[in-house]
Every structure is written in structure tokens, then in C-alpha cells.
């Protein structure tokens, strides 16, 4: 059985979880930028940063995908907003659908990992697209605040670290 971890990630919190599953389950894992073919690949592990929405890399390492029938496909994100929430859960699913071919979609199976951040680090495209939300998420009245808009304004400007390994234990059991 062929399998491979792949991780999109900024800054690192993706994938410090990529390296940690990689450690447990002994499967190699690797930067999607360095991804060539994934031909003899028969399950693919993708773990990608949730930005703006969107999983990291993961439509670029879907194209090189020849055929998906033989394959398994594990998709887990990584995002600040709480993973247990339905309301998040909803909208990445959402997200991943637009994301990746329909037959991907339907046999994917998807995880919802919570990451990190430390604004003092953000790139400055990141902090300017950080402040913008944060602007307009805190004009937003009480009643259309979410659980994801809630938690961008408890952590906005901070550093927080919400990485728990012990969160693989579910993906662990599947593979
Ligand atoms: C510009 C920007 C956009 C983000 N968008 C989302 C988002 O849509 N949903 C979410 O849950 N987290 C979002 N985050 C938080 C990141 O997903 C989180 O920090 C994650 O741990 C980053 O992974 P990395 O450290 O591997 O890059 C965003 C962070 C930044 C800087």
C-alpha cells in the first residue's frame, strides 16, 4: 500500500500535524510544492492551512492526480475557527467542494483540525487581509456573529496555539 502525507502550510502549523502523523504511522510527508507525480500513490493524506476559506494547496496536488478510482483520499484542514462546530464544519465542506472535482469530493473523507496563529509574524498581505475582516466582523450585530466570527475577534492580534496531536487519533484510525 502506497501512501503519502502532502501539507500546505505558511506557518507551520499545518505542518508540525503532517510531520507528527508522518512520525506516527511511519508514511512519508512532504510539501505540496515539492509534490511531482502521485501515479503510484494509491491513498493520499492532504493536510492544508485554512485561508480565507480556501485548503492550501489542495486543488494543485488534486490536479496531479491521474485517475481517482483506485485511490483514498484524506483531506484534513487546518483553521482557527472551532472545528466542532456544524456551522464550520458546513462551510469548509463547502469550501473543499468547490475546490476539488466532484468524484474527489464524494469518496474524500474530511478532518477539521485547529491550528495557530501569532499576528506579530503575518506577512503583511496577511495582516492587512486580518484587519479588514476584523473590521467588518466586529460591525456585525450579536445575532449574526458566529463561532468563527467570535473567535477572530477573541484572537485577533495575538498569539494563540490551539495545536493538539492528540486530534490525529481519529485520522490515525482510519488509515
Ligand atoms: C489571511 C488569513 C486567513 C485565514 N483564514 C482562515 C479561515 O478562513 N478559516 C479558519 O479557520 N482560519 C483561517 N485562518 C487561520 C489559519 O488557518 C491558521 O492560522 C492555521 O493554523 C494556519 O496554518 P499554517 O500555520 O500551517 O499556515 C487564516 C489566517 C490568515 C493569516
Request: proline letters at 2%; aromatic letters at 8%.
Amino acid at each position: 500500500m502506497n501512501q503519502l502525507i502532502i501539507y500546505g502550510s505558511k506557518y507551520g502549523s499545518t505542518k508540525m500535524y503532517a510531520n507528527e502523523l508522518s512520525k506516527r504511522t511511519n508514511i512519508k510527508a512532504i510539501d505540496f510544492k515539492k509534490v511531482e507525480s502521485l501515479d503510484k500513490i494509491n491513498t493520499v493524506i492532504y493536510f492544508g492551512g485554512l485561508y480565507a476559506g480556501g485548503v492550501l494547496g489542495l486543488s494543485e496536488t488534486i490536479k496531479k492526480i491521474d485517475t481517482y478510482d483506485d485511490k483514498k483520499i484524506i483531506i484534513i484542514t487546518v483553521g482557527l475557527s472551532n472545528p466542532n462546530a456544524k456551522e464550520n464544519i458546513d462551510n469548509i465542506k463547502d469550501s473543499i467542494k468547490k475546490q476539488v472535482p466532484e468524484k474527489v469530493f464524494n469518496k474524500c473523507k474530511i478532518f477539521n483540525l485547529r491550528g495557530s496563529i501569532d499576528y506579530g509574524k503575518l506577512n503583511m498581505m496577511h495582516k492587512i487581509m486580518m484587519k479588514a475582516l476584523y473590521n467588518k466582523t466586529k460591525k456585525l450585530p450579536p445575532e449574526k456573529q458566529t463561532s468563527e466570527s467570535k473567535a477572530l475577534i477573541e484572537t485577533y492580534n495575538k498569539k494563540v496555539n490551539f495545536v493538539d496531536f492528540d486530534t490525529l487519533g481519529k485520522i490515525i484510525e482510519i488509515i
